[in-house]
């Protein structure tokens, strides 16, 4: 994941007891990963994720604290963790091992038999709080683009930027567009994207929404 022109590491988590580079600047991190099952294992263990003391430096508006347990029949989400508040976001683990399921958790799409998720001083779930899905203030991307097939790629973009007021926007449309690459595609409809252009025009529009968190 990382490339060229990546900022040095502004902090690590441990993963499993490996070292795990933070990278670049900006959103959130977190890391996950789990072995698979083994014989006569009826759960995974627990992710076993050891914040650095960089995060115990750190206020409770300045960091993400998430515990779920969610169970299902041949599989247990354990995770466990603390991360800063911002940062970008790095989420990678082997097929199976409860990649989208940690991140349907945070959003609010799944019934974990035990949630706390807490982000810069914000609790969105606890024993006695659930935000609902659409008082979250967040941005989901799912792996499907999910674009309105009846829009152009102008005018997906623009259901995010009309969904918040004036001073809300931190975003501009033109530059979400130029960061995409999506200038010279701004006319066409869902049908005429290939490749990963449909991918980065649903990242654009959730962009759009100048949501606190990205996921």
Same mark, same amino acid.
């Given at each position: 994941v990382a490339g060229p022109g990546c900022v040095p590491p502004r902090c690590a988590l441990r993963l499993c007891g490996s070292p795990c580079a933070f990278l670049r600047q900006a959103w959130l991190l977190v890391y996950w990963s789990a072995h698979p099952l083994l014989p006569g294992q009826s759960t995974y263990p627990a992710a076993g994720i050891s914040p650095l003391p960089l995060h115990d430096k750190l206020s409770a508006d300045q960091r993400l604290e998430a515990r779920f347990e969610l169970q299902r029949k041949d599989f247990m989400l354990d995770a466990h963790f603390t991360a800063p508040g911002k940062g970008v976001t790095a989420l990678f683990g082997p097929s199976g091992s409860g990649k989208t399921t940690l991140l349907r958790c945070i959003a609010g799409l799944e019934k974990p038999k035990r949630a706390h998720f807490t982000i810069n001083g914000q609790c969105w779930h606890d024993d006695h709080i659930n935000l609902a899905v659409h008082r979250r203030p967040m941005a989901y991307v799912f792996q499907e683009a999910s674009l309105f097939p009846h829009l152009n790629v102008r005018e997906n973009m623009a259901y995010g930027w009309r969904r918040i007021t004036k001073e809300q926007r931190k975003l501009q449309f033109d530059d979400v567009s130029a960061w995409l690459g999506l200038e *010279? &595609? @701004? =006319? +066409? +409809?869902? =049908? !005429? &994207? $290939?490749?990963?252009?449909? !991918? +980065?025009?649903?990242? *654009? +529009?959730? @962009? @759009?929404? $100048? /949501? /606190? &968190? @990205? &996921?």
């Amino acid at each position: 994941v990382a490339g060229p022109g990546c900022v040095p590491p502004r902090c690590a988590l441990r993963l499993c007891g490996s070292p795990c580079a933070f990278l670049r600047q900006a959103w959130l991190l977190v890391y996950w990963s789990a072995h698979p099952l083994l014989p006569g294992q009826s759960t995974y263990p627990a992710a076993g994720i050891s914040p650095l003391p960089l995060h115990d430096k750190l206020s409770a508006d300045q960091r993400l604290e998430a515990r779920f347990e969610l169970q299902r029949k041949d599989f247990m989400l354990d995770a466990h963790f603390t991360a800063p508040g911002k940062g970008v976001t790095a989420l990678f683990g082997p097929s199976g091992s409860g990649k989208t399921t940690l991140l349907r958790c945070i959003a609010g799409l799944e019934k974990p038999k035990r949630a706390h998720f807490t982000i810069n001083g914000q609790c969105w779930h606890d024993d006695h709080i659930n935000l609902a899905v659409h008082r979250r203030p967040m941005a989901y991307v799912f792996q499907e683009a999910s674009l309105f097939p009846h829009l152009n790629v102008r005018e997906n973009m623009a259901y995010g930027w009309r969904r918040i007021t004036k001073e809300q926007r931190k975003l501009q449309f033109d530059d979400v567009s130029a960061w995409l690459g999506l200038e *010279a &595609l @701004l =006319e +066409r +409809r869902p =049908e !005429q &994207l $290939s490749g990963g252009q449909p !991918q +980065r025009v649903a990242i *654009a +529009r959730a @962009l @759009l929404t $100048s /949501p /606190p &968190l @990205l &996921l």
